[in-house]
């Protein structure tokens, strides 16, 4: 097993040997979801070009799309600049979330923009749903 490249010593992966993975499309710019890597599925991810991420529920090892066919070939990998959270720029084929939406931000969440009115549930400024 080839060891990582010498930026991986970087990363600051958490108790669990975990470090979460944004994965962004590289022509688009959408973020298409937030997924967890240890250092055997980066390793796989920086060996074979295909987003493999930490199932967490499963506790396993997972490549993007080896069921559904919705694969993720990365193209570049980046670190933030703190060192714990990885970017996958990908290219993505068919719906990156398993609900068969295109993102796992596309999920029928509240838009909230800085030059927008908020929405009026959340007068109380904590994001709660009023109680009548």
Same mark, same amino acid.
């Given at each position: 097993?080839?060891?990582?490249?010498?930026?991986?010593?970087?990363? !600051?992966?958490n108790?669990?040997?975990?470090?979460?993975v944004?994965a962004?499309?590289?022509?688009?710019?959408?973020?298409?979801?937030?997924?967890?890597?240890?250092?055997? +599925?980066?390793?796989?991810?920086?060996?074979?070009?295909?987003?493999?991420?930490?199932?967490?529920?499963?506790?396993?090892?997972?490549?993007?799309? +080896?069921?559904?066919? !919705?694969?993720?070939?990365?193209?570049? /990998?980046?670190?933030?600049?703190?060192?714990?959270?990885?970017?996958?720029? /990908?290219?993505?084929?068919?719906? +990156?979330? !398993?609900?068969?939406?295109?993102t796992?931000?596309?999920?029928?969440?509240?838009?909230?923009?800085?030059?927008?009115?908020? +929405?009026?549930?959340?007068?109380?400024?904590?994001?709660?749903?009023?109680?009548?």
């Amino acid at each position: 097993m080839p060891p990582l490249p010498t930026w991986t010593a970087r990363i !600051h992966f958490n108790d669990d040997g975990l470090v979460p993975v944004v994965a962004q499309d590289v022509v688009s710019g959408e973020v298409l979801m937030l997924a967890w890597a240890n250092g055997e +599925a980066l390793r796989l991810t920086l060996e074979t070009g295909r987003a493999t991420y930490w199932s967490r529920s499963r506790r396993e090892i997972w490549v993007k799309g +080896a069921t559904s066919g !919705h694969t993720q070939e990365v193209v570049r /990998v980046m670190l933030d600049c703190d060192g714990d959270t990885l970017l996958y720029q /990908v290219r993505q084929t068919g719906p +990156a979330c !398993h609900t068969g939406a295109r993102t796992c931000f596309d999920a029928g969440g509240i838009l909230l923009r800085a030059d927008a009115e908020p +929405a009026p549930w959340l007068d109380n400024k904590r994001g709660e749903e009023p109680t009548a």
